[in-house]
């Protein structure tokens, strides 16, 4: 029953995180619906992170647990990166970045381990290593050099938020979609919203650089 009701839980927070999501990405920045929508997010998206760490132990699945570690660490970075206003990284931000970029590197030796006993979800656990290792530098660089601009602090905020974004849909959509080989519904999500990240990120890199 504990193991059900946890499941429930965690159903009904991600559902609630997805819609929340799509109210971030359609209003204006840091208005108040922008705002607000977004904390709704951040503590639906905990609560999902809060619930699928039991669910994961007592189900004995390493995969549900590293995946939960990477979607949550993108709703915690871009949280903090709006937060932060001074931007100068705490501890905690340190301590997040390095577990991120652990969990990275843990996914590719997982997927390894996976694709040599003939299982394709070494597939989606490659890309999504590549993107924690990739992004989780992308931070780094950014604490290493906190007192460059506001510009680019809200760029990071942006980014990790909308990778979240795409943790969310991904889960939505492996539980509700079925499709042949298994691996084409975990990245489908990838796929389509991460050249809206880049296009965000491309138009941010050319406002700051008119400003400039």
Do not use: C
Request: glycine share 8%; net charge positive; proline share 3%.
């Amino acid at each position: 029953m504990f193991e059900t009701a946890l499941l429930y839980v965690h159903i009904l927070a991600g559902s609630i995180a997805l819609l929340a999501a799509v109210i971030p990405v359609v209003t204006k920045k840091g208005a108040t619906n922008h705002v607000r929508a977004g904390r709704v997010y951040a503590v639906a998206m905990t609560i999902v992170f809060i619930t699928a760490l039991p669910l994961a132990i007592l189900g004995a699945d390493i995969f549900l647990l590293i995946i939960a570690i990477f979607s949550f660490y993108f709703v915690f970075a871009g949280w903090r990166f709006a937060r932060n206003s001074r931007g100068q990284p705490l501890w905690v931000d340190w301590t997040a970045v390095g577990i991120m970029g652990l969990t990275g590197l843990s996914m590719w030796g997982f997927g390894a381990v996976l694709g040599l006993s003939g299982d394709s979800i070494w597939v989606p656990l490659a890309v999504f290593g590549t993107i924690a290792i990739a992004l989780s530098l992308a931070d780094v660089q950014y604490h290493r050099n906190w007192s460059e601009s506001t510009a680019q602090r809200i760029q990071r905020h942006l980014t990790n938020m909308l990778a979240g974004t795409i943790a969310t849909v991904t889960a939505v959509a492996v539980v509700n979609l079925d499709f042949e080989p298994a691996w084409i519904t975990w990245i489908a999500p990838t796929v389509v919203i991460t050249p809206v990240i880049v296009w965000w990120n491309v138009r941010l890199a050319r406002l700051r650089m008119r400003r400039a």
